[in-house]
């Protein structure tokens, strides 16, 4: 540490150093100790600073880059969402053949997500208007263009069709969406208004406040294609994040730069900071450590902003996962039903459990309830898509067994790199026997008697993995409790899943209200509040 014990003054030549000082004999050599401080210094402060600089930056592209992903993936929600909106209500009417079931099913939509909502039956090719919601739309339903629109979707049914209107006073987002039953087709069409001066400001509490964004229609950044926007300028420069966004049929592009350091002030200055410091100190050492003390800081700030962006995206996952699963279950005289769904504590991708419930005819419910390999945006896709698969085929008389070997069908497990578990039944609430169909789930665990006890199925194998199934029968008695789930409940890395099993049928026990045994469940199986892996339970209680 001989570099710190000569003072500033000595190496800037100041003569009023008392004689006799450590200061005083070591400027017996001051030329050469000088250059060598100056030169070392410099080079040191100079390298020092291009590296935290060139560091800054990258991090700083990198972080950038994080929130546009973030924001890729928020926005790749909504089109799913769109989809579940109009899927739901125009399904009903395909397999009920009632048009009139599209009012009912979209009066909660019009106007408070959609502006307005149209359906169509294509016949011989042809769309038709066959009911109208809400104002006038910008497709005219008698053009052309309409018809492009309509035929377009109706050859690419359960795929959403998007298209844009924009003006200089208005900008609207239309929906299509179509559904192939019992051999009619319908086209569910809505738009959705956007802001017409394409400005739009985000919340001060918003995780994306610090940046300054640009939303374009398609893959160009055109001023006709400009969705909204918080910037003053257009277009945004070069270093700027980009990220194409699939939406239905289309993509959207999202441009965005900070506002901002994301990192802070403080990072994008310690370039500075050091340079500073170097030529103030001119000593190797305190540069050194003065480098270390910066970094240090820097890094403390990265983890912060890491485990921010680690709780924002785990709250994207869980919302989504949310979103996908059925708001309202069926419901019918003789039968109580009760759910849950945690979200396990493992990774911050959203999972692929779902459950379901859905009413034959009065007196049947067919209920199902699976798990989709995998986590991710892609996990979760699939469990959206097999799970209005399977109410399809359900409603389309289909026995259990046959809408498994339908909907495994449906997966390429090469290409769609997932395959699920999935049991699904038919309760017929006059007698009390429920028809099951198992692809490779756990077993149905039946309360009955004040004692609990998985039921034996014909378990075949999971989805996309084959196509022979086989249901049973299980005869149910008044008061008797069926609990479907998924393997996050009862599964542990450190025992067997007959551990679990067990373990369930322990502390399942007759209870008068449905609830308070799933919180009993999940109390006594999940201690911590949340399970390792994700887990969704549908219970059924029959009571002629």
Known sequence: MVMQAVPATTVAGNDDVPPGTPARRRRRRPDRLTIIVLVIGILATA?????????????????????????????????VDVQRRLGRPTTTVAASGDVSLFDAGMKDQVPNVFVAARLFRVVDGVPHLVRSIGAATQLDPTSADANALLTKAASNAGTLTVTRFATDTAQRIGYAFAVTTLGRTFVAYAEQELPSDRRQELAAASPLSGLIYALYFGPTETQDALVETNADH??????AARVTIPFGDQVLTAVM????????????????IVAGAGLLLTAVMALLTERLARRRAVAEQ???????LYKTQRGLAETLQ???LPKHLARSPGLAVATRYVAGTEGIDVGGDWYDLVALSDDRMFFTIGDVSGRGLSAATMMSRLRHSISAYAVEGNDPAMVLAKVSGLID??????????????????????TVANAGHPPLVLVSGGTAATVATSVGPPLGVGSCYETVD??????????????????????????GLDRLCRVARPTADLEDLLDSVLAALVPQGAPQDDAAILALKWTP
């Open 474 to 499: 299980i005869a149910l008695t008044s008061g008797d409790m069926l609990l479907a789930y998924t393997d996050g409940l009862i599964e542990r890395r450190d025992e067997s899943i007959d551990a």
């Open 302 to 308: 990265l983890v912060a902003v890491t485990e921010e």
């Open 322 to 324: 949310t979103a996908l």
């Open 234 to 239: 257009l277009p945004l420069d070069s270093s």
């Open 47 to 79: 390298a020092l600073c291009t590296l935290s600089r060139l560091n800054y930056v990258r991090n700083e592209q990198r972080q950038l880059s994080v929130q546009a992903q973030l924001t890729g993936a928020a926005l790749a929600v909504a089109p």
């Open 413 to 434: 497990l090469v290409r769609d790199e997932h395959f699920a578990t999935a049991l699904c039944g038919v309760l017929d609430l006059r007698t009390g026997v429920a």
């Open 257 to 272: 730069t900070p506002r901002t350091p994301l990192l802070g002030t403080f990072a994008a200055l310690v370039a500075w």
